[in-house]
């Protein structure tokens, strides 16, 4: 196989020697970017056996890093996720190039079945966030801790509180009207 680009990104993020080793959280990125792989390869026996050790793997490595990341969900290159578990990744949300996500973070549905969210590109969101719905969190966004996201976050906005409130936008506006 050529080389993953979006692996070498995200070992990139991890940034130190042996993370395996250090980190959890980098066991699903991997099985994530091998997944991807393995859908991409033509019909047939060696398909059907990478994926059946990718399912065997699946939930082994979700159950000990408590992170769910399956492979249907569109995650750009350079994910970094700090530290331990309840992070949920809905199968179907979209995520940009160079995130970073912490403990306890839920990017998902407000209702079963219902929209999921797009993230852009640098996202920084903070630990427990969660953001529910068919919103979009664009460019460079921040999310605070313990936020929830019901609503589009403009590209270089923070948000934050439950439900969040933006507050970098609020910021400009006052800059604006000094
Ligand atoms: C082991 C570990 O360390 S794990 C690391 C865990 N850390 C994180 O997850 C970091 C997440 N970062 C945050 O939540 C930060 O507070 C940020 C990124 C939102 C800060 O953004 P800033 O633009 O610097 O905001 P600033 O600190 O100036 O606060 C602005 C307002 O937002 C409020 N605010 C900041 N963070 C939060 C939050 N998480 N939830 C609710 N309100 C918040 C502040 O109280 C302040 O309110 P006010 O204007 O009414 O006084
Ligand atoms: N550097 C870490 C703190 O442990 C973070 O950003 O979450």
Known sequence: MSKDEDW??????????????????????????????????????????????????????????????PKSARVGPGLRIWHFGNVIIHSDAVIGANCTLRHGVTIGTREENGPVPVIGDDADIGAYAQILGGVRVGNGCRIGAM????????????????????????????????
């Open 147 to 178: 936020s929830v996201v019901l609503c589009d976050v403009p590209d270089g906005a923070t948000a934050v509180g439950a439900p969040a409130r933006i507050i970098a936008a609020r910021r400009d506006a006052a800059a604006g009207a000094a």
């Open 8 to 69: 070498a990104a995200d070992l990139r993020r991890y940034a130190m020697r042996r993370p395996f080793l250090k980190e959890q959280s980098i066991w699903p990125i991997w099985l994530y970017r091998r997944g991807r792989r393995i859908d991409g390869m033509a019909p047939g026996l060696g398909r059907r056996l990478a994926t059946a050790l990718y399912w065997s793997l699946y939930r082994v490595i979700e159950t000990a890093s408590g992170i769910t990341l």
